[in-house]
């Protein structure tokens, strides 16, 4: 079953939430970002939603958030395990005080943690399937054949998601996906929306300034995690044609990740000092606006998106996007409004990049449009859809 768009429904009363994720702020990625998007607008949709997440050592109190105790995953060091008893006992705890329904964000302990609620206290449970995990866990477990970590992601997803009364899916790429592997269990495609005024008044002029990049030089920007699955290393195989074209081109990469000391060196190697830039993590509400709107083109090579935030970010900004057409960013990209899907081949995607960034008629026009479709993905209306689709599970299963 799927449903391309979620019909708003009306407001009936008041819904208590209890969402569970393996993953939130400090910790910076898109599960996080669409967490945190979603929670902000759905208070006014008379949602209220309670949060599980682990603790981290960095402190970062966020509202209405039951942090729990957890510890380093060896292999993947940026995120957490959270101790199942203390998950427990805290999930437990909040669903004796009242909810309604229980949407899992993450399919590890978060998972299992919110379907044993969900069954305890007779809701409903959905989960969001943000990540392609059968392409991203080969990265984080190298001495693995591939073929088996695969096989063993799609048999894991699959049957995480046949255990859910409904699952989220962010692009029809990923809803495509999960039907290949045999999910049965209800699919709805509801991307995350982006507060889309957040990052429509950046002051570029500002961030040059800060950063030591002359005022006329042209940028190509990176906004990410700096995590190999990224697709990085091609983006810098690109330059190497780029900077050809256009000498004076400049590749910024915003963001901090596990891939970082990897890319330095490949930069390093390449001749590229002078032309890839490592600005490092950037404010979402402070810094990355200004980043945004310092650029001339946003350029983007990943193949394992299951939707591409940040893509509506730079759209949101004015900044025409340069991008590879794959899984969950082709339905931001397929409308060509804004953007200029790139060959899927460094030394084409090169060529084509130092071509448009030079060709500043074709940016004007390019920047109208990206912020016109931004405006179709604005966050407070995938939060109406949210909450239309908590109330029909709610009330199918009352």
């Given amino acids: 079953m799927v449903r391309t768009m979620l019909t708003p429904t009306r407001r009936t009363r008041f819904l208590r939430v209890l969402m569970i994720s393996d993953v939130y702020f400090p910790r910076i990625n898109g599960v996080s970002t ?3 998007t979603f929670r902000a607008d ?4 008379g949602i209220q939603v309670r949060l599980i997440a682990p603790d981290y050592p960095e402190r970062h109190d966020t509202p209405a958030t039951w942090r729990v105790p957890s510890r380093r995953i060896p292999f993947d060091p940026e995120d957490r395990l959270m101790h199942w008893q203390p998950l427990k006992h805290t999930a437990n705890h909040l669903a004796t005080e009242g909810i309604d329904l229980i949407h899992v964000q993450t399919p590890f302990a978060a998972h299992y943690a919110g379907t044993r609620t969900a069954r305890r206290h007779k809701v409903p449970v959905l989960a969001t399937y943000h990540t392609h995990f059968e392409e991203y866990i080969a990265h984080y477990l190298p001495a693995l054949p591939r073929p088996w970590l695969r096989a063993a992601a799609r048999r894991i997803a699959t049957g995480q998601c046949n255990d ?4 989220v899916v962010p692009s029809r790429a990923m809803h495509d996906t999960l039907t290949g592997y045999g999910v049965t269990a209800p699919l709805h495609v509801l991307p995350t929306g982006i507060p889309v005024h957040s990052f429509a008044s950046g002051n570029g002029v500002a961030f040059r300034s800060r950063h030591g990049i002359p005022t006329e030089r042209p940028v190509a920007l990176f906004v990410g995690r700096v995590a190999h699955e990224k697709n990085i290393t091609f983006l810098i195989d690109a330059m190497i044609t780029a900077v050809k074209i256009q000498p004076n081109l400049l590749l910024v990469i915003a963001g901090e990740g596990p891939a970082l000391p990897t890319l330095r060196r490949q930069a390093t190697a390449a001749g590229l000092d002078g032309n890839v830039r490592f600005v490092g993590y950037l404010d979402r509400q402070t810094e990355l606006p200004d980043c945004y709107a310092a650029a001339d083109v946003f350029a983007f090579a990943s193949r394992t998106e299951t939707q591409g935030l940040v893509l509506l970010e730079a759209m949101a900004a004015g900044l025409p996007v340069f991008a590879l057409a794959e899984m969950g960013t082709r339905d931001i990209l397929d409308a060509e409004r804004g953007a200029v899907i790139a060959p899927n081949d460094p030394v084409a995607f090169g060529n084509g990049l130092a071509i448009m960034i030079g060709n500043r008629y074709q ?4 920047s109208a449009e990206a912020r016109d479709h931004a405006l179709e993905w604005a966050a407070p209306a995938r939060a ?3 909450a239309g689709l908590y109330r029909s599970l709610v009330a199918s299963t009352t």
């Avoid at 759905?42 to 949709?45: C, I, K, R, T, W």
């Avoid at 859910?164 to 699952?167: D, G, I, K, P, W």
């Fill in 363 to 366: 940016l004007d026009t390019l």
């Fill in 34 to 36: 669409s967490i945190e």
């Fill in 42 to 45: 759905l208070v006014a949709e």
């Fill in 164 to 167: 859910l009364n409904a699952v």
């Fill in 384 to 386: 109406r859809q949210l």
